[in-house]
């Protein structure tokens, strides 16, 4: 069983289109995230949830929106795509408890033409 | 604001000799250090962490990293590299608090000659 996975693995849009990706993890963890991965394979955490409750939030262009049904579901709904949109979505969960290894989903290749 | 710095972009290493992945990280307090490897088109995978006690962990695939508080490093190593373990690895700094918030070092790309 795939432990954390996002849907869908491509996503080829428009700009200005609206888009969503979803995360779903079956760890039982409390807190899941969305990072950005830059075509240079840099990393930046753009969101954290705990339980639901919005925890971090990196200076994200508010066109960006996480929604957190219940607390193994993370998804990312985008608004108004750019160019500088594309780039590789990943989720991740881990323990709440203090600091822990976070787990990855394969991450959401997003193109925006 | 904590930082990691990893100083080598690409590393080439002949298939069955040792690798050293060079990772320096900026954190004010006691730091959380990760390794993570990501294959081509994959997501990222735990190779190891330091949370605390022995400087010398050890992770899967063979890989272990030294922890040195006065470098404020945390270099990867393996001593004898197969050609599977081609791809990017990222060296990782967290602490307490904050939502467990995560920095990643830019990356560092290995090519393994067989």
């Known amino acids: 069983d795939t432990a954390v996975s996002q849907t869908p693995k491509y996503l080829v849009t428009q700009m200005g289109n609206d888009k969503s990706i979803k995360c779903e993890q079956n760890?039982?963890?409390?807190?899941m995230y969305w990072y950005k991965q830059d075509s240079k394979k840099f990393l930046k955490i753009m969101f954290s949830?705990?339980?639901?409750?919005?925890?971090i939030n990196e200076t994200v262009p508010n066109r960006f929106s996480p929604k957190s049904p219940d607390k193994a579901h993370l998804n990312l709904h985008i608004n108004s795509l750019e160019l500088g949109d594309s780039a590789v979505y990943f989720c991740?969960?881990?323990?709440?408890?203090?600091?822990?290894?976070?787990?990855f989903g394969p991450g959401t290749r997003l193109t925006v033409l | 604001a904590q930082s990691v710095t990893q100083p080598d972009i690409h590393i080439t290493v002949s298939e069955g000799a040792s690798l050293e992945l060079r990772c320096n990280y900026s954190?004010?307090?006691?730091?959380?250090l990760f390794w993570y490897v990501q294959s081509p088109g994959q997501g990222l995978q735990l190779l190891l962490k330091?949370?605390?006690?022995?400087?010398l962990v050890q992770g899967i695939k063979g890989f272990e990293a030294e922890f040195k508080r006065s470098q404020s490093s945390f270099n990867l190593r393996k001593p004898s590299v197969h050609w599977s373990d081609a791809a990017e690895y990222f060296c990782?700094?967290?602490?307490?608090?904050?939502?467990?918030?995560?920095?990643f070092g830019t990356g560092t790309q290995l090519k393994v000659e067989l």
């Open positions: 991740a969960s881990s323990q709440v408890q203090g600091v822990s290894e976070q787990f």
């Open positions: 760890l039982g963890h409390d807190t």
């Open positions: 949830y705990n339980n639901k409750e919005l925890i």
């Open positions: 954190y004010g307090a006691t730091p959380y």
């Open positions: 330091y949370f605390s006690g022995d400087t």
């Open positions: 990782a700094v967290g602490g307490t608090g904050g939502g467990n918030k995560l920095t």
